[in-house]
């Protein structure tokens, strides 16, 4: 029914609350002069009993009494700012109760509950509330965001977070939070318990909830913090056998270590680890340390050998940097004996980026007979995107290219659509440009008319020849 209303007030394109709208259109919304008249006699009790009773009629005649209490009557200013934040939890706690029950709702409610929990943020911000007022928003607060079903998670424990001032009310926050079955909210509670100074409690919380990387990383920096580097490691290397997938962090974090101390042992038991793993990028994170630690210690043999393991396992979007390192680090005889090997990986990589290598290195019929054997449609992720290699070939291959851009133009064609005759009149003018460079502006006019000839019934696509004239 309330949704209803207010889609009637949209409707009407009423900026005034639903309840107002409907007494407008009823005749019973009263000017100032009116209520001034029919409340000409009465005294301070009659007053104060009618505005008692409007605001058992709405929330918006209560927020109007708190307003006006907390610009012009100081003594209870408090009162009525407390008042007011009990008022947006009621608002915010309806809607987050129904999107518990439904699992979601309407955008707009949504909203709504969003605005009345940061204005209570704001509050307990600006203002000296009471923990016995505080902590009675906290634990309704606490009880919808267990329930888990709304969405408004992280919102509210922002919100609850700002409710808890001391360190005893923020222990309070972290306690509840810690029992909870979230990882993610138990690890927030142990830096709860972190910032307030209670190093003992957010150790057991900690360790009850090892579940990342990061979580063991963790564990680690507060050993060393400590001076306890036996157990630093040993909580390194219990992460690297529990978690499963990326462990870069982990090994980001120990392999400096034991370069550090140049305990070549640990690292061997480490690389051994590592390409047990099987993953590339634990690979290429570890390869990574033992590249640079080769090349402190100036061993060639161990510094090819990381780069050419960095080559096989590391990113497309590394590839390119490590080329050049390799080009730069490798002695001539290792690069001209790995050279083709390492084409044929960043081939697998990054087609683009090989084709690129080839063009520069005056192998330019490897990336014509790709482009002639590469029948697939124009689009972005074609590695002749806006002929990025068709354009520079055609200097040294006219005829090639012009049979392909012939092709492509042909291709479009073969299906209407205004997208498609918009390529076929860029490949076209590019043909046009080609052909009158190579001296055969005449068999351009030709084939020209030929193709206009054939293609006469489509009238989008004769309308966009236009621009070839």
């Not at 204005?119 to 203002?127: A, F, G, L, Q, R």
């Given at each position: 029914?309330?949704?209803?209303?207010?889609?009637?007030?949209?409707?009407?394109?009423?900026?005034?609350?639903?309840?107002?709208f409907?007494?407008?259109?009823?005749?019973?919304?009263?000017?100032?002069?009116?209520?001034s008249?029919?409340?000409?006699?009465?005294?301070?009790?009659?007053?104060?009993?009618?505005?008692?009773?409007?605001?058992?009629?709405?929330?918006?005649?209560?927020?109007?009494?708190?307003?006006?209490?907390?610009?012009?009557?100081?003594?209870y200013?408090?009162?009525?700012?407390?008042?007011?934040?009990?008022?947006?939890?009621?608002?915010?706690?309806?809607?987050?109760?129904?999107?518990?029950?439904?699992?979601?709702?309407?955008?707009?409610?949504?909203?709504?509950?969003?605005?009345?929990?940061?204005?209570?943020?704001?509050?307990?911000k600006?203002?000296?509330?009471?923990?016995?007022?505080r902590?009675?928003?906290?634990?309704?607060?606490?009880?919808?965001?267990?329930a888990?079903?709304?969405?408004?998670?992280?919102?509210?424990?922002?919100?609850?977070?700002?409710?808890?001032?001391?360190n005893?009310?923020?222990?309070?926050?972290?306690?509840a939070?810690?029992?909870?079955?979230?990882g993610?909210?138990?690890?927030?509670?142990?830096?709860?318990?972190?910032?307030?100074?209670?190093q003992?409690?957010?150790l057991?919380?900690?360790?009850?909830?090892?579940?990342?990387?990061?979580?063991?990383?963790?564990?680690?920096?507060?050993?060393?913090?400590?001076?306890n580097q036996k157990?630093?490691?040993?909580?390194?290397?219990k992460?690297?056998?529990?978690?499963t997938?990326?462990?870069?962090?982990?090994?980001?974090?120990?392999?400096?270590?034991?370069?550090?101390?140049?305990?070549?042992?640990e690292?061997?038991?480490?690389?051994?680890?590592?390409?047990?793993?099987?993953w590339?990028?634990n690979?290429?994170?570890?390869?990574?340390?033992?590249?640079?630690?080769?090349?402190?210690?100036?061993?060639?043999?161990?510094?090819?050998?990381?780069?050419?393991?960095?080559?096989?396992?590391?990113?497309?979007?590394?590839?390119?940097k490590?080329?050049?390192?390799?080009?730069?680090?490798?002695?001539?005889?290792?690069?001209?004996?790995?050279?083709e090997?390492?084409?044929?990986k960043?081939?697998?990589?990054?087609?683009k980026?090989?084709?690129?290598?080839?063009?520069?290195?005056?192998?330019?019929?490897i990336?014509?007979?790709?482009?002639?054997s590469?029948?697939?449609?124009?689009n972005?992720?074609?590695?002749?995107?806006?002929?990025y290699?068709?354009?520079?070939?055609?200097?040294?291959?006219?005829?090639?290219?012009?049979?392909?851009?012939?092709?492509?133009?042909?291709?479009?064609?073969?299906?209407?659509?205004?997208?498609?005759?918009?390529?076929?009149v860029?490949?076209?003018?590019?043909?046009?440009?080609?052909?009158?460079?190579?001296?055969?502006?005449?068999?351009?006019?030709?084939?020209?008319?030929?193709l206009?000839?054939?293609h006469?019934?489509?009238?989008?696509?004769?309308?966009?020849?236009?621009?070839m004239?």
């Amino acid at each position: 029914m309330r949704q209803a209303i207010k889609q009637i007030g949209k409707q009407r394109g009423q900026k005034q609350d639903t309840i107002q709208f409907i007494m407008m259109e009823k005749g019973i919304c009263m000017d100032k002069k009116t209520v001034s008249k029919l409340l000409e006699n009465a005294g301070k009790e009659d007053l104060i009993g009618i505005i008692s009773q409007m605001s058992r009629c709405g929330r918006k005649a209560e927020q109007c009494i708190t307003d006006w209490c907390i610009s012009n009557n100081e003594k209870y200013q408090k009162k009525a700012i407390e008042m007011e934040l009990e008022r947006h939890w009621e608002e915010a706690r309806e809607v987050i109760q129904m999107f518990n029950e439904y699992g979601g709702g309407p955008e707009s409610d949504e909203g709504d509950a969003c605005d009345h929990l940061w204005k209570m943020d704001e509050i307990v911000k600006s203002h000296d509330i009471s923990w016995e007022k505080r902590v009675v928003i906290l634990d309704e607060m606490l009880e919808e965001f267990f329930a888990g079903n709304s969405g408004f998670d992280d919102i509210l424990i922002q919100v609850a977070e700002s409710f808890c001032l001391k360190n005893e009310e923020k222990r309070y926050l972290a306690d509840a939070l810690s029992g909870g079955c979230s990882g993610y909210y138990r690890g927030y509670a142990a830096q709860i318990y972190k910032s307030i100074g209670d190093q003992e409690q957010f150790l057991k919380t900690k360790l009850a909830n090892l579940q990342y990387g990061s979580d063991y990383v963790e564990i680690a920096r507060y050993y060393a913090k400590e001076g306890n580097q036996k157990k630093e490691l040993e909580y390194i290397w219990k992460g690297l056998e529990a978690c499963t997938g990326r462990l870069d962090e982990l090994i980001d974090y120990v392999a400096p270590i034991y370069i550090k101390e140049k305990n070549d042992a640990e690292l061997k038991r480490l690389h051994q680890f590592v390409l047990k793993t099987k993953w590339d990028f634990n690979i290429f994170a570890l390869a990574k340390h033992l590249y640079g630690y080769a090349d402190e210690k100036g061993d060639y043999q161990s510094e090819k050998q990381q780069l050419l393991l960095i080559l096989d396992t590391c990113d497309k979007s590394e590839l390119k940097k490590w080329f050049g390192i390799c080009k730069e680090k490798l002695q001539e005889e290792d690069w001209q004996e790995n050279y083709e090997k390492i084409l044929e990986k960043i081939r697998n990589k990054d087609l683009k980026f090989y084709l690129d290598i080839c063009m520069e290195n005056g192998r330019e019929e490897i990336v014509l007979k790709y482009l002639q054997s590469s029948h697939g449609r124009y689009n972005y992720w074609d590695v002749d995107y806006n002929q990025y290699f068709s354009k520079r070939l055609a200097e040294k291959y006219p005829n090639e290219i012009l049979e392909l851009y012939w092709e492509k133009v042909n291709n479009y064609l073969h299906i209407s659509n205004n997208k498609n005759y918009e390529l076929a009149v860029s490949f076209l003018k590019n043909i046009k440009t080609l052909m009158k460079k190579n001296d055969r502006q005449a068999e351009w006019e030709a084939k020209f008319r030929e193709l206009k000839d054939k293609h006469k019934r489509k009238r989008n696509f004769m309308d966009l020849l236009g621009s070839m004239k």
